[in-house]
Nanobody, 127 residues
């Protein structure tokens, strides 16, 4: 079992920054990736960013490239999503996810690729 705990959401104005944190604990040998997704009411959960543990490769959804940075502190098993130049359309509940997305068979940029999820943290950006 893997547990994820997110923190760092809140309110921001357009152009400001927020940093989200995700602490991963438990049987982490069953996971090989950590990702962030976001969801707004009535819409599907969408991919934001992904870090592959072994290669440390990081991937981003097109709309956040150049604004968001996913980094990690492996010693603390913590992943950080630094969100700069925030836009009102970034408003969503942000979820941290982890698992062996390669083995899941659905790909690593879709929610079905992850078995473990955090509780979500609200990010609200005003114009």
């Amino acid at each position: 079992q893997v547990q994820l705990e997110e923190s760092g959401g809140g309110l921001a104005q357009a152009g400001e920054s927020l940093r989200l944190s995700c602490v991963v604990s438990g049987r982490t040998d069953s996971a090989d990736s950590t990702a962030w997704f976001r969801q707004t009411p009535g819409k599907k959960r969408e991919f934001v960013a992904l870090n592959r543990w072994r290669s440390d490769a990081t991937f981003y959804e097109d709309s956040v490239k150049g604004r968001f940075t996913l980094s990690r502190d492996i010693a603390k098993m913590t992943w950080y999503l630094q969100m700069n130049s925030l836009l009102p359309e970034d408003t969503a509940v942000y979820y941290c996810a982890s698992g062996d997305c390669s083995a899941a068979g659905y790909g690593c940029t879709v929610p079905d690729g992850y078995y473990y999820w955090g509780q979500g943290t609200q990010v609200t950006v005003s114009s």
